[in-house]
């Protein structure tokens, strides 16, 4: 149904996103920046992600079939991929990661890229954001309804990180230390059944010919 598969593609790239997050990323990637500067950041950095969530998926599945591999195999490698990610949001090691990729990236190039990189790439539309928008657009299989559906909500999702990277600081005071781990945590654990369930839909149409997740 169309709304169970929105459901999914809502609670997917959601928590793999998590803008709540990444707007704490945000404020030490914008250390130092006027709230007109951090503006502009954000309001690319969401533009170039959602840019990249659509290419992926409108082409994920044609770059798939040229490399001979199947969505039943990509749905299994991706489910992993995804599970891996949880492991590190509920054990406290995606923070660590990503925060050493900003300070990196940092580094490099304060102001003028930092849009593009770290912030739209690898944080919002990392390798966990990519893989889901390939294999929700493959369980989309060709309806348009869905895939315009899929879209919307990814547009919707980097709205969601856009708003957040503006209310950074109030969410920041909100939250605190404590709250951001207990979110984070429990963002993971949600996000792991999700890629689970992405194992299972790819190990079903492998094993029972025929068959559809």
């Known amino acids: 149904m169309l709304s169970d598969f929105i459901t999914s593609a809502i609670a997917t790239l959601l928590v793999v996103a998590d803008p709540v997050f990444l707007s704490a990323l945000f404020l030490g990637i914008t250390h130092g920046m006027g709230q007109q500067q951090r503006r502009e950041v954000a309001l690319r950095a969401s533009i170039i992600a959602f840019c990249i969530l659509l290419a992926a998926g409108l082409g994920g599945a044609k770059l798939l079939d040229l490399l001979g591999i199947s969505l039943s195999a990509f749905r299994i490698a991706g489910g992993l991929l995804l599970l891996s990610s949880a492991a590190e949001m509920v054990f406290d090691r995606r923070s660590q990661r990503l925060q050493a990729t900003a300070e990196q990236a940092i580094s490099v190039d ?21 893989t889901a928008m390939i294999l929700l657009a493959g369980r989309a299989d060709g309806r348009i309804d869905h895939l315009v559906s899929l879209y919307v909500v990814a547009a919707l999702v980097m709205a969601a990180c856009f708003v957040c990277f503006l209310m950074a600081e109030r969410i920041s005071k909100l939250m605190g230390i404590t709250g951001r781990a207990v979110m984070t945590r429990l963002l993971g654990i949600i996000l792991a059944a999700l890629a689970v369930q992405f194992v299972i839909d790819g190990v079903m149409v492998l094993g029972i010919p025929g068959a559809s997740p």
């Open 110 to 130: 304060h102001v003028k890229n930092i849009a593009a990189f770290p912030l739209a790439i690898p944080l919002m539309a990392g390798p966990g954001a990519i």
